[in-house]
């Protein structure tokens, strides 16, 4: 009888062991997705953040037309909803030239941080196969819109009200 209670307790506390084992993987990888890094324009490691407020990653080229037209929209609507949602722009950099990039920067005024996908890792799992992609996310990282190409500034305006909304 006796070894029969010690036995019961050894597994109750190896049961307690694994669970605690798999909640603490489980929460770690969930986590780990929640948190992307990239460098930023001066070489310094930034990351994707996307439990604090709705986010929106802008994936952009230099040398894209569409990105051209767009830009100033975006930046009017960040500077309109900058304490509210996280914009960052991502360029795919293995697609485009840094100078041409950092001069893009500075002609449109981005005041967003400016991430740079070296190996095309986030556009592979979030992007389109047209520039710009605007896609939103909600807190816990799950994809909420996606608007493709260039679009009406009232469009985009109302998308960034939503995501707020919709938090």
């Known amino acids: ?16 062991v694994v669970a605690v084992t798999i909640f603490n993987n489980v929460q770690s990888k969930d986590t780990m997705d929640l948190v992307i890094p990239l460098k930023d324009l ?11 407020k709705p986010t929106a990653i802008l ?30 722009g991502v360029n795919l950099i293995n697609r485009d030239d840094r100078d041409e990039v950092d001069k893009y920067v500075h002609k449109y005024k981005i005041g967003y941080p400016i991430l740079l996908d070296e190996d095309s890792i986030l556009y ?13 996310f909600d807190k816990n990282g799950k994809e909420t819109k996606r608007i493709v190409g260039s679009t009406d500034q009232n469009i985009i305006d109302a998308q960034f009200r939503r995501s707020l909304i919709n938090f």
């Open 1 to 16: 009888m006796f070894r029969k209670k010690i036995a019961i307790m050894i597994s109750i506390i190896i049961l307690g």
């Open 42 to 52: 001066g070489g310094n490691e930034e990351r994707i953040i996307f439990r604090d």
């Open 59 to 88: 994936f952009f080229t230099s040398w894209c037309p569409y990105c051209k037209e767009d830009a100033p929209k975006i930046v009017s609507v960040y500077e309109k909803y900058k304490n509210e949602i996280n914009l960052y």
């Open 124 to 136: 592979k799992k979030y992007g389109s196969p047209g520039f710009p992609t605007l896609v939103f």
